[in-house]
């Protein structure tokens, strides 16, 4: 693994870590997503849309 993924995964441990329950609801889908396609939650995260990457940092800064 790269340091560029450990630091990744280290933000978005970070994220789920110190999340609002507003910002844990939309990580909830994520996650699910993730269950049901089989991918690691990381992969599903790095893939979102901008526009769920925009929810997520406005849901985050609450």
């Known amino acids: 693994m ?6 990744f ?5 970070e ?7 507003q910002l844990q609801a939309k990580l909830a ?3 699910v997503a ?4 089989g991918r690691t939650f990381y992969d599903v ?3 979102l849309s901008d526009e769920d990457k925009r929810q997520i940092v406005i ?3 609450k």
């Open 2 to 7: 790269s340091h560029i993924e450990r630091d």
């Open 9 to 13: 995964m280290r933000q978005v441990d």
């Open 15 to 21: 994220l789920v870590l110190s999340a609002s329950p």
């Open 29 to 31: 889908e994520i996650d």
């Open 34 to 37: 993730a269950q049901m396609s």
């Open 45 to 47: 995260y790095s893939a």
């Open 59 to 61: 849901l985050a800064k």
